[in-house]
């Protein structure tokens, strides 16, 4: 397949994306949490050809994306009250909302579910690209399955190009995780997927919150998984990635005796921490400050391991701020759950 690669955003350029979208074809798209591949919600071909470019199974059901507030209605039937709170406060901005589907959204697109996620990104890009296409778009991430999430549009390209009929190039995601996804259907809004709305500002905006048991499910201390990497490989780069959890000091320790070993025995050895210091690694990358910065190149991160053929990767988990469970979510999976835990945690 020939893929039109936009990389000049105009109204010509996203009319012709928009006119790709109502000819049944498919479009990846930036938007601020990571870049999407998307078709027209109401168009089950054009929505199963996103699941075979991705190489995804089926019963994984896709967000809707729409450009305004005011088209909630047009994808869900019901608007509880919690809704509308987080919709006032937070939209347009990275989560997604669990509804009650309208029966024109297909079960294509929500695995047969009776809810639909509904989101309504905050890029600019991402509106302008919907309005052209004049319907709600559902799209999951636009990357290869199994493989780290595109927050770049030269990732977009290197999984994407001749599987996709069009790429918009835009900026580099914000958040750089994918949105919170958050169930409104019942009376407490429950999070099933973190990201860069946190249970805090939902529990501020909401009155209460809780995230469902599935987040973290199997890598709690008591609740370690009996077949690692088993059940939630995700995220994947081809490197071998170990989680090392705990305070700064211990942390530090463990990973620069693991280099060591690892250089010993003739490995690549890349480091993703929040430390200065490189390790003596072959590919250092630091996480920045906080886990906002670590969520923003964490993809980009694991994408650099399989640029520089890196065979084992360390990545520190020491920083606990807003952002820390969204972080956690990914890194866990991109590990396949390979956590060593030291320090006070151990
Ligand atoms: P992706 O961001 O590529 O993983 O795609 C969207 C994700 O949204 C899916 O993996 C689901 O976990 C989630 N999702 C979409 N619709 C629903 C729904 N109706 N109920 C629960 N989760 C959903
Ligand atoms: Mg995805």
Not at 2 to 30: Q, S
Not at 49 to 71: E, F, M, Q, T
Not at 133 to 153: F, R
């Amino acid at each position: 397949m020939k893929t039109t690669i936009i990389r000049e955003i105009n109204d010509e350029t996203m009319f012709l994306a928009g006119k790709v979208i109502k000819d049944g074809g498919i479009v990846a798209f930036p938007t601020e949490t990571v870049y999407g591949l998307g078709a027209s919600a109401y168009d089950e071909a054009a929505v199963n050809k996103i699941y075979k470019a991705k190489g995804r199974p089926s019963d994984n059901p896709l967000i809707v994306h729409i450009s305004s507030v005011d088209d909630v209605g047009k994808v869900a039937r019901e608007i509880p009250e919690n809704a509308k709170k987080l919709l006032d406060a937070f939209a347009p901005g990275p989560f997604t909302l669990i509804l009650k589907k309208q029966p024109s959204i297909p079960n294509t697109v929500t695995a047969g579910l009776d809810t639909v996620g509904v989101r309504i990104p905050a890029d600019e890009i991402a509106r302008e690209f919907i309005k052209a296409a004049g319907v709600p778009i559902a799209a999951p991430s636009a990357n290869i399955s199994g493989k780290p999430s595109p927050t770049k549009s030269e990732h977009v390209i290197l999984d994407m190009d001749g599987r996709a009929d069009a790429i918009i190039c835009g900026k580099n995601a914000e958040v750089g995780v994918e949105s919170t996804i958050i169930d409104v259907t019942g009376e407490i809004p429950v999070i099933l997927r973190p990201g860069g709305i946190t249970l805090e500002d939902v529990k501020r905006v909401c009155g209460n919150a809780e995230v469902d048991k599935n987040v973290l499910k199997g890598v709690s201390k008591n609740e370690r998984p009996k077949c690692p990497g088993m059940k939630y490989k995700h995220y994947a780069p081809d490197a071998d990635v170990t989680v090392i959890e705990g305070d700064k000091k211990a942390t530090k320790e463990k990973i620069l005796e693991l280099v060591k070993l690892a250089n010993n025995n003739g490995k690549r050895v890349g480091v993703l921490a929040a430390s200065e210091d490189d390790f003596g690694a072959d590919l250092f990358i630091s996480e920045g400050k906080n886990n906002r910065d670590f969520a923003n190149i964490l993809f980009d991160a694991l994408r650099e391991f399989d640029k520089n053929n890196i065979d084992v990767a360390y990545v520190e988990l020491s920083m606990d701020d807003s952002l820390e469970l969204a972080v956690k979510n990914r890194v866990y999976k991109s590990a396949g759950n390979k956590i060593i835990y030291v320090g006070e945690k151990a």
